[in-house]
């Protein structure tokens, strides 16, 4: 998501970086340059006008036209105006009782899976969810919900099978709730292809019978100027209090995102990055404002990383790493970990100036099925065998092969990458300096191209195979 967005602001800002001296034309070329690059990116073109003026506005100050870093400062207020027009601050859900939430949108905008998530995560953090079926005409929707509600590990209220009649589900579901001591209940609405007379009717009696404290509207980041309008109709309809933007880690330009907030005046609470149940983030607009600009989301990547990641169990792998006893089953450990944090791409995305590095990847770096490939080369090793690789010759190379499905080359490579990274390991002097190296551009986008030949079949040359 933003990608594109990204990449032209990136382009206009370095060029007006390198300028020694900022004049009106410097500005107004530059401007013109945010503009397209913003109304190319399906931003509504009343809200590109607005905050290209305001930017103009405050860049064209004698401050900055004598300033030694004038392009800097105008990065800067871009990046503050971004983050006003996506909202200012991060806004809590209102959760005091009775805590009800309505989920309203289209149809494929991934309302049912939404509302599952939120209530994972609302359970995570100490609240009783309770997931309301309201969706009582696609075929399939309340055994979808039930099944998500499953894996979710949150009770699921359900409707007598032929029910029509959606303010009777929701009374009946309000009783369950009390009597089973559900604090927050989510219900997960109907929704059409497009908005019609029958869909907002049906909203507006449930919404008036549910007085709910939170109406959110559930939004495809994808579908461009259509959501813009969607939200409007959905805000004159029902009020709704607030949106959550889903398919943030697809190709689409998003400009929606930034329109959306500036449209209806309601602020974004969630993010979905992914189909998983755990991939719903809280949105912070300076954060999101950072990741358009190329600047990363460190924090949203230490926040992920601490809820996907064991503490215990990555000390010990790193104890055993600079013990020079880390063996196969630690690796097997740590691709396990890197799984947990869902795709790597979105992952690193979060990274500052990761837009660049990816640009120097190998194709292919980042799939992955790479992982799991490696990951079923290193299952069809025995127990003994990954404690003790350097036993693994040709025949038992042969049998690897053989029961992952995978080459005798890619089982050759993935050893021979892992023996240099294990010989490193027992160098204390080659470790610091690889960490240090890490922690440089360029030793980042080394590492990164690794990834490429993991497990074989990718790039040349990656040291690594993590």
């Known amino acids: 998501m933003f990608s594109a967005l990204s990449d032209n602001l990136d382009k206009t800002f370095r060029n007006l970086r390198g300028v ?12 013109r340059e945010i503009r397209i690059a913003l109304l190319e990116a399906d931003v509504e073109f009343g809200v590109a006008k607005e905050l290209i003026a305001r930017v103009k506005e405050a860049s064209m100050g004698e401050d900055v036209l004598k300033s030694i870093k004038p392009g800097e400062m105008i990065v800067k207020f871009f990046h503050d105006e971004l983050t006003r027009v996506l909202g200012g601050d991060n806004v809590p859900l209102d959760l005091n009782p009775p805590a009800r ?35 009582l005409y696609r075929p399939a929707a309340i055994e979808q919900l039930q099944t998500l509600a499953k894996q979710a590990d949150v009770p699921c209220f359900a409707p007598e099978k032929g029910e029509t009649d959606v303010i009777k589900v929701a009374r009946d579901a309000i009783a369950f709730g009390e009597s089973s001591g559900a604090t927050v209940l989510i219900f997960d609405t109907a929704g059409r292809q497009e908005i019609d007379e029958r869909l907002i009717e049906e909203l507006k009696k449930l919404n008036t019978f549910l007085k709910p404290k939170e109406t959110l509207l ?23 209090t607030g949106i959550v933007l889903t398919k943030l880690d697809g190709d689409a330009r998003g400009g929606a995102a930034l329109s959306m907030r500036e449209v209806t005046g309601k602020p974004i609470k969630y993010a979905g990055e992914g189909e998983k149940l755990d991939q719903l983030m809280e949105f912070h607009p300076s954060r999101m404002a950072d990741r358009i600009l190329g600047m990363g989301d460190i924090v949203s990547m230490v926040e992920n990383v601490a809820e996907a990641v064991n503490e215990e169990d990555a000390m010990r792998s790193m104890k055993r790493m600079q013990e020079g006893k880390f063996d196969f089953n630690d690796f097997l450990d740590q691709m396990r970990m890197i799984q947990k944090l869902g795709p790597l791409e979105g992952l690193l995305g979060l990274m500052p100036g990761f837009s660049k590095i990816k640009k120097q990847l190998p194709a292919g770096a980042l799939d992955n099925s790479k992982i799991k490939r490696t990951e079923a080369i290193v299952l069809s090793m025995t127990p003994y065998e990954r404690s003790r690789p350097e036993i693994i010759k040709a025949s038992r190379r042969q049998r690897i092969a053989a029961g992952s499905g995978t080459s005798i080359m890619q089982v050759n490579q993935l050893i021979k990458q892992f023996g240099e990274m294990r010989k490193m390991m027992r160098s204390p002097g080659k470790m610091k300096n690889m960490m240090k190296a890490m922690g440089g551009s360029g030793g980042m986008s080394d590492m990164m191209k690794g990834l490429g030949g ?8 990656g040291k690594f195979p993590f």
């Open 20 to 31: 020694g001296k900022i004049s009106d034309k410097n500005i107004t070329d530059a401007l």
């Open 101 to 135: 939430i309505l989920m309203v949108g289209l149809n494929g905008a991934g309302k049912t899976t939404t509302s599952a998530k939120l209530a994972r995560r609302l359970k995570k953090e100490g609240r009783r969810p309770l997931l309301v079926a309201c969706d």
């Open 218 to 240: 559930v939004a495809d980041a994808a579908t461009g100027q259509q959501a813009v309008s969607v939200a409007t109709h959905f805000d004159d309809a029902v009020g709704i």
């Open 454 to 461: 993991m497990g074989g079949g990718g790039g040349k040359g």
